[in-house]
């Protein structure tokens, strides 16, 4: 006779009528990966507009961005030890025009080790001039502020973008 036995089950179970096994064997199943799922990491994704009123330049509205970003990014990170990478996209407005100021994109390591706001923003370089910060002393726009900085730039711009099609 082999070691492996072959056994008819069919008459020794007595059948549970008030309970199907299917739905014991689900809940069970539900149960044990509720509790076993592991620690996943959470990117947080901040967006704050920041009012250009009565900022006397651009650079003290650039200032007090940066500020508030650095600030934020400790802030979530001291208070949410789950959150693992903080995004913030920091929009200026002036009279209803919303413009990119900053993006900062940083995990938590990358912050521990070097807090240094810089290092992990990128900056938009036309945001003073769509703001109307950019102007000459007098108030009045100069005359290369009123067309584009250089015709040659631009299109070079353009033509380095992939989507730009020359036909």
Same mark, same amino acid.
């Given at each position: 006779?082999?070691? @492996?036995?072959? @056994?008819?089950?069919?008459?020794?179970?007595?059948? =549970?009528?008030? !309970? $199907?096994? %299917? !739905? !014991?064997l =689900?809940?069970?199943?539900?149960?044990?990966?509720?509790?076993?799922? $592991?620690?996943?990491?959470?990117? %947080?994704?901040?967006?704050?507009?920041?009012?250009? &009123?009565?900022?006397?330049?651009?650079?003290?509205?650039?200032q007090?961005? &940066?500020?508030q970003?650095?600030?934020?990014?400790?802030? &979530?990170?001291?208070?949410?030890?789950?959150?693992? &990478?903080?995004?913030?996209?920091?929009?200026?407005?002036?009279?209803?025009?919303?413009?990119?100021?900053?993006?900062? %994109?940083?995990?938590?390591?990358?912050?521990?080790?070097?807090?240094?706001?810089?290092?992990?923003?990128?900056?938009?370089?036309?945001?003073?001039?769509?703001?109307? @910060?950019?102007?000459?002393?007098?108030?009045?726009?100069?005359?290369?502020?009123?067309?584009? =900085?250089? =015709?040659?730039?631009?299109?070079?711009?353009?033509e380095?973008? $992939?989507?730009?099609r020359?036909?």
């Amino acid at each position: 006779m082999s070691v @492996f036995r072959q @056994f008819r089950l069919s008459g020794a179970i007595a059948p =549970v009528k008030t !309970i $199907p096994v %299917k !739905i !014991i064997l =689900v809940a069970t199943m539900c149960v044990s990966c509720w509790y076993s799922t $592991p620690a996943r990491a959470q990117p %947080k994704s901040l967006n704050f507009v920041l009012s250009s &009123e009565g900022m006397p330049s651009f650079a003290r509205l650039m200032q007090q961005a &940066e500020s508030q970003t650095s600030k934020l990014i400790q802030q &979530e990170f001291d208070r949410k030890p789950k959150v693992t &990478e903080i995004t913030v996209t920091v929009v200026g407005d002036r009279n209803g025009q919303q413009v990119p100021l900053l993006h900062t %994109k940083v995990s938590r390591v990358d912050w521990r080790s070097q807090p240094v706001l810089s290092h992990w923003t990128r900056y938009f370089s036309n945001s003073a001039l769509l703001l109307g @910060f950019s102007s000459s002393p007098n108030g009045t726009a100069t005359d290369s502020q009123r067309t584009p =900085v250089n =015709v040659n730039t631009a299109r070079r711009l353009r033509e380095d973008d $992939p989507a730009y099609r020359d036909d």
